[in-house]
């Protein structure tokens, strides 16, 4: 789980963003002004009501959106105004995404879809077969490689995607509503794995609802209308 | 990976890839039909000339062979200004005229071409044998079958019916000696054949004439400079070699090219359409799926190169399927059109070229990737942060 950008400092680093969006002829203020730091092994949890511009920050954080003002850096490099393809290339070594729907490819197996941004990262095949193998033993499915999507359970199919998540070593985790499709049991089951991923030396960012999993965080960052309340 | 995610994603609405390659299948069949049918007629039309190895033929001076009733006089003068020339191997003389079998009441007519047996190159003798004598007649099977005649039949055979007089200007017994397939004939059509010198005696006309002269030449000579040579040499003829008559044959068929131009230049762009319109809808379907691809570090231009892939296999498919489809269906319809009458046998429609083939497919490939390219740039241009929000609310 060694990330890919050293250095000092804070790894994700936010000052002054804001990002607004056009809604019809409204103008929507998502984020007004927010600045932030999260240190390098850290776990932190978003919380705050719906629209209240968590998933815009972590979309900014994540580099899959550019801000209409103010920095973002992570470890120390400037990524809020990267190209398309700088940008890319930054999320694939450096960035690693679980979603709330999981978004594996159904026709893949779980070894293949671990294996995906290896691929793009041009992994040799037969290190990224050893790579998926040992990373599907890691959140608990080594014996679950050859399954496809639909033949897993809703937590099994999370943890294949943060398997996935993790292919290329990545300097930070970004988790939008990990457990929210989720049943309780299972969602616990994920805490405990982002929990040890984070004890292993990843940085965690997580967008949340779930009291739990935002208990579980070493930090909660609340929001309230696209700004930083609390944390 | 990028052609095992493209086959992945076909396969997953297997019954809707299945209709696609289905429809472009027919898209193709009817392409590769329109393009064998642009190319048959005149490729087919040329193997039928060369079929017999007579690189030129004579005609009376403006008209094409057999375009009218018009005859070269002074075959033997011809004949000999013609094998002054080195180049010439062949001269074959060839008188065509109607001919009417008589049986009883019934007067059963014909066509008959009056010919040197030992340099004929218009019919292949099926059984019997050829008309070695001045009696002899062969004949195809469409004329013995309309007389009830058989080899070795003798019949009454006149030319030069006159309509008002309701008389003939010659007549003579015939002796059946065999049964031919005449090369350049319609199906429809009944033929006979017999020697020139006999058929000339039939008739009114001076004798010594000749509609048609078929030339064949020596190895290597250039065929289009023995033609010029003749028609310099023979003023009242018109020399046709066949460039040259493919070339009037081009002209009349110019029609028959257009429309197959059409009608494949809109198989394809159905097939364009569909292929479009499918890959479309699956982009649009997997808006969610794609956005979280490229935010896991897919560059566009891989999202582009699936896509293309997903619209190029689809083609292919329906390419191949639509190839023995379009061979099914080009035999079927062979047979409607060459029913038409008046057409030699041989005059094939749908030729198979594996030119045409190859046409065809590198223009369904073709189009498969131009068909990818709309829903490609649009699977590329989806913004992913916004993408995943309207997921989320979906």
């Keep these: 789980m060694s990330p890919n950008i050293g250095g000092q400092g804070p790894i994700v680093s936010l000052r002054d963003v804001r990002r607004d969006y056009a809604l019809g002829a409204e103008r929507v203020h998502a984020l007004q002004g927010v600045t932030l730091d999260v240190e390098r092994g850290d776990y932190v949890a978003i919380v705050g009501p719906s629209g209240c511009g968590k998933s815009t920050l972590l979309n900014l954080i994540g580099v899959i959106d550019q801000p209409t003002s103010g920095t973002v850096a992570i470890a120390g490099k400037r990524v809020d105004a990267m190209s398309d393809r700088e940008a890319t290339q930054f999320r694939l070594r450096n960035i690693g995404f679980v979603f709330q729907r999981f978004y594996l490819l159904p026709i893949l197996s779980a070894l293949e879809n671990v294996a995906l941004p290896m691929a793009e990262a041009k992994v040799s095949k037969a290190e990224r077969a050893k790579r998926a193998s040992e990373l599907l033993a890691y959140v608990g499915l080594g014996n679950r490689e050859r399954h496809r999507p639909s033949e897993l359970s809703g937590g099994e199919q999370q943890r294949v995607a943060i398997a996935r998540s993790l292919a290329n070593g990545p300097t930070l985790l970004l988790a939008d509503e990990p457990t929210g499709e989720l049943d309780a049991r299972t969602g616990t089951e994920i805490i405990s794995l982002f929990q040890r991923l984070n004890a292993d030396g990843t940085t965690i960012v997580v967008v949340t609802h779930d009291e739990d999993l935002a208990s579980a965080a070493r930090r909660k960052i609340h929001m309230r209308d696209g700004r930083v309340v609390d944390g | ?394």
Aim: net charge neutral; proline share 3%.
């Design chain 2, 1 to 394: 990976m990028r052609l095992a995610l493209a086959q992945a994603s076909l396969i997953r609405h297997r019954a809707r890839t299945v209709l696609a390659v289905l429809g472009v299948a027919v898209a193709a069949a009817m392409l590769l039909d329109m393009v064998m049918l642009a190319t048959g007629m005149r490729e087919s039309f040329r193997e039928l000339l060369l079929s017999r190895g007579f690189e030129l033929r004579l005609a009376p001076k403006g008209t094409l062979p057999f375009d009218t009733d018009a005859t070269i006089p002074g075959v033997t003068a011809v004949i000999a200004t013609l094998r002054t020339n080195p180049d010439i191997l062949e001269i074959s003389p060839v008188l065509g005229a109607s001919i009417h079998i008589l049986a009883g009441n019934r007067d059963v007519s014909g066509s008959a071409l009056g010919i040197d047996p030992s340099v004929q190159g218009d019919y292949e003798l099926l059984s019997g044998r050829d008309v070695t004598t001045p009696d002899a007649l062969v004949a195809n099977d469409h004329l013995l079958s309309q007389i009830g005649a058989r080899i070795g039949d003798t019949l009454d055979v006149a030319t030069g019916y006159d309509p008002q007089t309701r008389t003939y200007s010659g007549q003579r017994k015939l002796v059946v000696t065999g049964r031919v397939k005449f090369i350049y004939g319609a199906n429809d059509q009944s033929a006979s054949a017999m020697r020139r010198e006999t058929l000339e005696g039939m008739g009114r006309q001076a004798r010594d004439r000749a509609s048609l002269f078929m030339i064949r030449v020596r190895k290597g000579a250039d065929a289009e400079q023995v033609r010029d040579w003749i028609e310099r040499q023979l003023p009242n003829v018109t020399a046709i070699s066949i460039a040259t008559a493919i070339a009037q044959v081009d002209e009349r068929l110019s029609y028959f090219r257009q429309l197959a131009f059409i009608l494949g230049a809109v198989s394809l762009f159905v097939g364009f359409l569909l292929v479009t319109t499918l890959v479309t809808v699956s982009v649009n379907e997997r808006a969610g799926e794609i956005a979280v691809m490229r935010a896991i570090g897919v560059s566009r231009s891989h999202v582009v190169e699936q896509v293309v892939l997903e619209g190029v296999a689809i083609s292919f498919a329906g390419a191949v399927l639509g190839l023995a489809l379009g061979l099914v269906t080009a035999r079927y319809l062979h047979t409607i059109l060459s029913a038409f009458p008046g057409l030699a046998m041989a005059i094939d429609f749908f030729l198979f070229q594996p030119k045409a083939a190859w046409s065809a497919l590198g223009l369904l490939i073709v189009s498969g990737i131009g068909a990818g390219i709309y829903p490609a740039w649009r699977a590329a241009s989806l913004p992913i942060a916004e993408s995943l929000r309207r997921e989320a609310i979906a």
